[in-house]
């Protein structure tokens, strides 16, 4: 998007959202919005219905883990030590406008936020999806279950501190005839070492 028509969103926004809006920043021609959990619905609604906006869809919607991301020497306890997010992608088809709505649990040990379902049923699977994977519960969803992994199936597999080789591990034993679990007999290790690209990594310089 040009950034003349960002600027307008980006005024648009404001007008429309007044003190909802936590934050507002520009990166990869798209607009990311912060809003607080408590406005959330309020912000959703309003984004569909306000004539000026009319993001009709939601395109995405997916969980966000930020354990020990760039948190270094943050303190714990602080705004910026939230840990679980929902990033939401909304797309406006009357006005070609492409937004970014990212939300943080307010709890790290036990995240939760409202479902969108009523105002995008799409958002239907999403929010299964970042249950199963993250261990984010959306109050108001109607099915809130497993869509991912397997029955059974201990933890949340997206989360940062999830070992890499899972919990349990399945064989089919001859004797018993059957598939049995176990713990896992691998031993732990990192496969991919964690690396943060600094800004503009891979661009023309």
């Known amino acids: 998007m040009s950034s003349s ?17 936590v ?13 607080a959990p408590t406005e959330l619905l309020w912000v959703m609604e309003t984004l569909r219905d306000s004539s000026e906006l009319s993001f009709e869809l939601l395109v995405d919607l997916c969980g966000i883990d930020y354990l020990s991301y760039g948190m270094e020497s943050v303190t714990e306890g602080s705004v910026e030590s939230r840990r679980f997010a929902v990033a939401y992608h909304l797309l406006s088809i009357s006005h070609n406008y492409r937004i970014r709505i990212k939300t943080f649990a ?5 995240p939760v936020l409202d479902s969108v379902i009523g105002i995008w049923p799409v958002a239907n699977w999403y929010e299964r999806e ?4 993250f261990g984010i519960v959306f109050t108001g969803h109607p099915d809130l279950r497993r869509i991912l992994t397997d029955y059974g199936f201990i933890g949340n597999p997206f989360r940062k501190d999830f070992p890499l080789t899972g919990n349990v591990e399945m064989r089919y034993d001859p004797d018993q005839q059957r598939v049995i679990y176990q713990p896992v007999s691998i031993e732990p290790r990192e496969i991919t070492p964690r690396v943060i690209r600094e800004e503009g990594y891979g661009g023309n310089k």
């Open 5 to 21: 028509r960002l600027e307008t969103l980006s005024l648009c926004l404001k007008n429309v959202l007044t003190n909802k809006i």
């Open 23 to 35: 934050s507002i920043n520009e990166q990869f021609g798209e607009l990311t919005i912060e809003v």
């Open 106 to 110: 307010t709890s790290n040990e036990f």
């Open 130 to 133: 970042a249950f199963d994977l």
